[in-house]
């Protein structure tokens, strides 16, 4: 039987971004919340310090493991009410490194691709899956973590920059789709650098200090996009503040946003105009469930 509170699952939910979500929803109350990460240590120490939150290892690359936490949260609350997609890490090798000739180089390590990418697919697919039978809640809520580089290159992080471009479009895809037939809600956010354990400090450091995203931004763009409404962000280059816009009509909460967060500041990018009458007649066509009818 489906309680009362409503329950939360963060994948990358014992540390960092993912953390600072799971402490903002705990001072709202009335959330079970479902931790998952692969080090045990600190997510069983994130569970006990915030209250009212399990802890489940999960390497997300397994798509068993995942799914079987799934169920177990289900089964636990009856319910699913809000999914962060936020596990993440940004590749450990230089893409550019030459080898020696006389034979092919080994593969890169494509890691990155499968945690920022695939896991989050495979989470999406899943999410889907326990929303539709949560039937008891009203504000049913999928939320990705892109970056900065969904949008931009990185030419220091190239397989994340395209693992993070990868994000943004499958947001973009499905989020027409579960919000009409799931009246759910999806979203992504983009932020530029926040300073978690993603890099170490000596990585860090090579930034600027003034670059980056305070992590309370993180936990407010979050809260944020599960109410549905506007909190200020601004058109890019107008600086004017935007009210539920990108095809967001009166009355509706926001879906289907690609929020960029810069700084203290939060934007929303629209996507690229089709360049062509015959471009949109060719991505018509793709306004469909299924290739097989």
Not at 11 to 18: D, E, H, L, P, V
Not at 52 to 78: C, I, M, R
Not at 114 to 126: E, H, Q
Not at 228 to 252: M, W
Request: glycine content about 8%; charged content about 20%.
């Amino acid at each position: 039987m489906a309680t009362t509170s409503q329950s939360a699952l963060i994948t990358g939910g014992a540390s960092g971004m993912g953390l600072e979500v799971v402490k903002a929803l705990a001072r709202r109350g009335g959330w079970h919340l479902h931790l998952l990460d692969l080090n045990a240590e600190r997510g069983k120490q994130a569970a006990s310090e915030v209250g009212n939150a399990t802890f489940h290892k999960v390497n997300v690359l397994d798509y068993d493991s995942l799914a079987n936490v799934f169920q177990e949260v289900y089964d636990t609350e009856g319910r699913l009410d809000f999914v962060f997609a936020n596990a993440g890490i940004v590749e450990r090798f230089n893409f550019y490194e030459s080898h020696p000739p006389g034979k092919p180089p080994p593969p890169p390590d494509q890691t990155v691709v499968d945690i920022n990418l695939k896991s989050v697919l495979n989470t999406a697919w899943l999410a889907q899956h326990y929303f539709r039978q949560s039937t008891d809640s009203d504000n049913k809520n999928l939320i990705m973590t892109s970056s900065v580089g969904g949008f931009y290159r990185c030419l220091v992080s190239p397989s994340y920059c395209a693992s993070k471009h990868g994000v943004v479009g499958l947001m973009r895809s499905i989020a027409p789709f579960f919000y009409k037939h799931h009246g759910v809600r999806v979203n992504a956010i983009c932020p530029a650098s926040v300073r978690t354990n993603l890099l170490d400090s000596t990585a860090w450091n090579t930034f600027d200090k003034d670059v980056f995203v305070p992590i309370e931004k993180i936990s407010e763009a979050v809260l944020m996009l599960i109410d549905g409404y506007d909190l200020g962000g601004k058109a890019v280059g107008s600086g004017e503040p935007l009210h539920r816009s990108n095809g967001v009509t009166s009355g509706e909460k926001l879906y289907g946003q690609a929020v960029e967060l810069s700084g203290t500041n939060h934007y929303y990018r629209e996507q690229i105009p089709l360049c062509s009458g015959h471009q949109a007649a060719c991505m018509k066509a793709t306004e469909r469930e299924t290739y097989v009818e």
